[in-house]
């Protein structure tokens, strides 16, 4: 692979987590609607706005890689729609179910994030690298916020 190539490639994955952060914004935005419990609410939010910082920080590189961030063009995570809209389908009557649906797509956002720190030909640079592991650093706490919260609730 040549150094463009590899540049394309680099942009492509920050791409693909910019994209993964949208269609998370997304689902916990509708989330939101289903729920009346204050601290589920809180969660989602926080969630979101995580999302939206790592966005700002994903596209900030995506500019240092000389590329254009993704738009919000729908074509990526049509899976990840499809999946989530399933699960808020059968998890959307109880407390716990709720709990249940965030801890599945956290851990869907986790791994998408670990392939992509992991990737033997992406050879990410310093900054990107700590970027990457603060990022799943992030999403690995959201996750455990959602487990204890599941824990204190089953």
Same mark, same amino acid.
């Given at each position: ?62 500019? *240092? ?5 993704? %738009? ?7 899976? $990840? =729609?499809?999946?989530?809209? @399933? &699960? ?38 310093? *900054? ?5 592991? %603060? ?7 959201? $996750? =455990?916020?959602?487990?204890? @919260? &599941?824990?204190?609730?089953?």
């Amino acid at each position: 692979m040549n150094m463009r190539e590899y540049i394309e490639y680099q942009i492509s994955a920050l791409n693909d987590l910019i994209r993964i952060n949208r269609d998370r914004i997304m689902g916990y935005r509708q989330r939101i609607t289903m729920t009346s419990d204050d601290d589920l609410e809180d969660l989602l939010t926080d969630m979101i706005f995580q999302s939206y910082q790592h966005i700002e920080e994903l596209t900030s590189n995506v500019y *240092k890689l000389g590329g254009k961030p993704a %738009k919000n063009d729908g074509r990526a995570g049509k899976f $990840y =729609h499809s999946w989530t809209d @399933l &699960k808020a389908f059968l998890f959307r009557e109880t407390r716990k179910k709720m709990l249940d649906y965030c801890e599945l797509c956290e851990e869907v956002v986790r791994n998408i994030y670990q392939k992509a720190f992991d990737d033997r030909d992406l050879h990410w640079d310093k *900054k990107e690298n700590i970027l990457l592991k %603060k990022h799943l650093k992030d999403i690995e706490n959201s $996750y =455990h916020h959602v487990m204890m @919260l &599941k824990d204190g609730y089953a």
